[in-house]
């Protein structure tokens, strides 16, 4: 990812949700696998 897990936070506001990557939004809403 070119942005980091604190940046691509603050920029969110700023940046569509459909330019996010699809599977950071996942990571961050689904809970990690055991």
């Known amino acids: 990812m070119i942005f980091s897990p604190i940046t691509t936070m603050n920029t ?8 996010q990557s699809p599977s950071f939004i996942r990571k961050r809403n689904l809970p990690t696998p055991p």
Request: net charge positive; glycine share 0%.
């Open 12 to 19: 969110a506001p700023l940046i569509p949700p459909r330019v």
